[in-house]
């Protein structure tokens, strides 16, 4: 117990599995009819079949393989016994009609059968030719020829019986159905959290150290249900996903493995809470089938769990364990289980509780808004018609009305097929003429586009960084912009003393 809590922590306690001891306060249910019994035998009866005695006997080796034991033994006896009796009285009769028994011991006089005077003597010469003893005393002679036939039949009819016999006895006793007595379920099953995802689970176990090849699991839920169109369906089976898609249902069965049925909106068990399963009436049916390895034979074995038998809030009690160049399973911890903290409610219910209670998370950033959604807002805005789909940050709201024309001026700009204004598709045609013409004023308009640009920049800023220049200021690396043919301007000195003489007076006249 110390061990096992330093392992789990100290929330964790090893508990009886009994129904009545884990909740004391559930009310005590009559114990009801299953579908399917613990060791697998399915408990359903046929009855009022039409014909259906002369369907066993079209296929009269399964029937006779599908028989109990003492059955088949006793068929066995009767048959061998009734057909030694018969063919020893046609054997009597022979001797009986030729005239055999009258003649006991006439050395002159050549019977069918030799040494063959009553009945007893008859029957002692048909086992010994059907079990091909031959002790010598009694043979057929050359002047018998119905014996000769009666003979050739009597092979025949021998050889059919212990092929037919034999051969189901022989299939009998190899069915792998004792190979599932060592194949273990464990004796409940559980519900509870792995990987954050509430699953139902139950363990599977091998006794033996033969492997099972290929083995499956599959898993059915047997529930009775109601159509919408008011069809009632009795023991109504559903599929239960132990991963067929990602392939987990693939057991290698070396060791005890522990079957996992995730609970998502696709499962039966979406709406399964704690309180709900008190008053559930299901049962889950488990088939693992594989290849047995010493005999090549499919083997299935079967087991189901009712809603009494699944326990909320358990996990099952580790088995394996490292030993010195081995590892170890403990199989007297098999069926153990221990509380784990569990959810008390469903899977449906956390994840209504989770979009209810989730307050709608927005970016911690500003947000930059199109041209074409301030225009729609501006147009939905009126009297009465409360807040506008599209709306700037709070901060920008705060500035001032010419702050709001120029977030405005700044959008329609960003509108256009570049963002930047360095792009002199983006000037007026005259200035793009200038830019693309030469002769003897190309510098002075070359430093005139610039000035524009370096001008028309400031209104090409996100309203992100119009905020950012709303903040205090901070240090930062001062950046210089190099016109081409202009020498940089010093620290301290104004950019027009380094313009030439003609834009210096372009810019005074302006």
Known sequence: MAALRRKFGEDYQVVNTNRGATFPSAPVKKKRQRFVEKNGRCNVQHGNLIGGTSRYLSD???????????WNLLIFILTYTIAWLVMASMWWIIAYIRGDINHDHDASYTPCVANVYNFPSAFLFFIETEATIGYGYRYITEKCPEGIILFLFQSLLGSIVDAFLIGCMFIKMSQPKKRAETLMFSQYSVISQRDGKLCLMFRVGNLRNSHMVS???????????QTPEGEFLPLDQCELDVGFGTGADQLFLVSPLTICHEITP???????????????????????EGIVETTGMTCQARTSYTEDEVLWGHRFLPVMSLEEGFFRVDYSQFHSTFEVPTPPYSVKEYEEKSSLTSPMMTPNREHVFSMDCLEAGEEGAGPGSGSASCKLPSKLQRMSSSGKDLQRRVLRL??????????TGDLPLKLQRLSSSPGQGDVEARFHLK?????FQPLAMSTGDLHQRSLP???AVTHSYALPHTPMTSVGQRPEDNLPAKLRRMNADR
């Open 414 to 423: 960003s509108s256009l097929q570049s963002e930047k204004a360095s792009s």
């Open 451 to 455: 000035a524009l640009k370096v001008g």
């Open 266 to 288: 696709k499962s039966p068990f979406f709406d399964l809470s704690k309180r709900s399963l008190m008053n559930e009436q299901f049962e889950i049916v488990v088939i693992l």
């Open 215 to 225: 083995a499956q699991i599959r898993c059915k839920l047997i529930k009775s249900r």
């Open 473 to 475: 200021p901070t240090p």
């Open 60 to 70: 009269l080796f399964t029937t006779l393989v599908d028989l109990k034991w003492r």
